[in-house]
């Protein structure tokens, strides 16, 4: 089941980073990404009411806290990423980045990948590379990207460490943090959250999704591995990479397509791990 719910995660994923990096080009990403972690935060605490917990410690709220500071980072960089430049570049820096961090992350804490998943993490420095553009200048978006990978990895391990009997509430703690962190960019410039009505709510479900994400991928943890979960949920570039090249026409020269491909045999091999 642990793996069903980690690419589930995933799915989640691609369709929210697909749908927000739009939703970037067309707003402005600071206002996307905050009222997103709002409609996160109405869907997690939902969700927290609706699956009973058997024992909430501030143990595992606390890690849930700490895992949301790293979603608001990752979004906010990530959206901020999307707004100017390709989906097919950023999304993957971020997400194999942010594997790398949180399988080597995972060891640390205890974790034992085989010699297989080194292989796919020492794969994923010389892709990362190729997808930046090469040392070229057709990697726009790409620090944004890199500096989202940080705070996935953050989110992703943090809150894999929360305990299971805390339920959801971890997730929902999570959001809390969130929306504390992006507030005082928020209060500086109150007229970037002024969005039409129908932009606000596009937002909000955005950010919906990315909980439901986090959901399947706390359930997931809680089954297997770290490294396995963090990686198989981190399948989610496929859906924002095949849609931004079949419905934005984005182009990816020879050696960001080597890269891209790179990417994905390191992300396979690191699940096989």
């Given at each position: 089941m642990g793996p069903l719910l980690a690419l589930a995660s995933?799915?989640?994923?691609?369709?929210?980073?697909?749908?927000?990096?739009?939703?970037?080009?067309?707003a402005h990403f600071a206002a996307v990404t905050f009222l997103g972690q709002v409609g996160g935060l109405l869907l997690a605490t939902?969700?927290?009411?609706?699956?009973?917990?058997?024992?909430?410690?501030?143990?595992?709220?606390?890690?849930?806290?700490?895992?949301?500071?790293?979603?608001?980072a990752a979004m906010h960089f990530l959206n901020r990423g999307l707004s100017h430049g390709a989906m097919s570049v950023v999304v993957p820096v971020s997400a194999v980045t942010g594997v790398g961090l949180s399988v080597v992350c995972g060891v640390l804490l205890g974790d034992r990948p085989t010699a297989v998943a080194w292989l796919g993490i020492v794969l994923s420095v010389p892709a990362l590379w190729m997808v930046c553009g090469g040392g070229t200048d057709d990697g726009a978006g790409v620090p944004d990207g890199l500096l989202a990978s940080a705070g996935v990895a953050l989110q992703y391990?943090?809150?894999?460490q929360a305990g299971a009997a805390g339920?959801?509430?971890?997730?929902?703690?999570?959001?809390?943090?969130?929306?504390?962190?992006?507030?005082?960019?928020?209060?500086?410039?109150?007229?970037?959250?002024?969005?039409?009505?129908?932009?606000?709510l596009q937002a909000v479900l955005v950010g919906a999704g990315a909980a439901l994400g986090l959901i399947l991928y706390l359930l997931a943890a809680q089954r297997q591995l770290l490294a396995v979960a963090v990686v198989l949920a981190s399948l989610y570039p496929a859906?924002?990479?095949?849609?931004?090249?079949a419905l934005l026409h984005e182009r990816l020269s020879r050696k960001q397509v080597v890269g891209l491909a790179g990417a994905g045999v390191a992300t396979v091999l690191l699940s096989l791990g």
């Open positions: 995933a799915v989640c994923y691609g369709i929210v980073d697909f749908t927000g990096g739009l939703l970037s080009r067309r939902s969700a927290a009411l609706f699956l009973s917990a058997d024992a909430v410690r501030p143990v595992d709220l606390l890690w849930g806290a700490l895992s949301g500071v790293g979603s608001g391990i943090a809150l894999a339920g959801l509430w971890p997730v929902a703690a999570g959001r809390v943090a969130a929306v504390l962190v992006l507030l005082p960019a928020a209060a500086r410039n109150p007229r970037r959250l002024r969005l039409p009505p129908v932009r606000a859906l924002p990479v095949i849609l931004g090249l």
